[in-house]
């Protein structure tokens, strides 16, 4: 990645409820069998609720480590409906990245940046015994704005290209939690690796995760750990933290810190 240079009110209400529910069904437990017994018929069948299915989840986060941090949206649709089923998908995401990098070729000897960049894919996929597989493809833009102007940084400039994405997971209520998720932008030959595993402990996912990125002009490398939440369905919540390693020039050795949270619906 590119870098910058900062591094019970309704307590009383709920236990009422709970006692009239007790309350209430103790009646109805003592009165049915009773009723259906004179009536010569037995009680009607609890009615069996539905699933929930989801057609949508919408995402955004922020990541901050010496020298850079940026913020991004973005979601996912299925198109057939059910986000929980093989299909084909949509997935946009937008991204604002501000960071800053020493030079010896400009005035004062530091450059700041501004980086947008977007994409917009279609992907397909399939769940498997085990895990489910996802991939994209589609176009991108990255511009970098650089104050001042620097000749030598690629980077600089509007460009356009072709971004991939691919991604395995574990099921979503598996106790034992694994991904591998992998992009690459052509715009600025832009790749992205990450590699998460974990325990899943009813809804609270903990483990470690390792992440390897970079572009023409640098790369970075990452090794820390993640606690996600997913109890609060259906939203997610997921903190990550460690460190991480760049040019020198760019920042150096660091820790970083990244929260990401979703909604589905």
Known sequence: MAYCRYSAFAHGLVVSAIRVGIGVGCALGICLPDIAKAADVAPPAARVQPLKTYSTVLFGGFDIRTHSYYGYAGGVVALNGNIATDGFLLRGLVL???????????????????MTSANAMIGYQKYFQ????????????????????????????????????????????????GSLL????????????????????????????GMLTGNRVTNEQRVGGFVTLRSLAPFEVSIAGGYSRTDDTRGGASAYGTLELSIAF
């Open 96 to 114: 604002y990245n501000p960071y800053d990098y020493t030079s010896t070729i400009v005035a004062g000897g530091v450059v700041d940046g501004k």
């Open 130 to 177: 085990g895990f489910v597989a996802r991939f994209y493809a589609g176009a991108e833009y990255e511009g970098h704005r650089l104050s001042p102007s620097n000749p030598f940084d690629s980077n600089e400039g509007d460009h356009y290209g072709v971004h991939l994405r691919g991604d395995i997971e574990t099921p979503y209520l598996s106790p034992v939690y």
């Open 182 to 209: 992998a992009s690459y932008g052509s715009a600025t030959q832009r790749w992205w690796v990450r590699g998460r595993g974990g325990y899943n402990f009813n809804g609270f996912i903990i483990g470690p995760e």
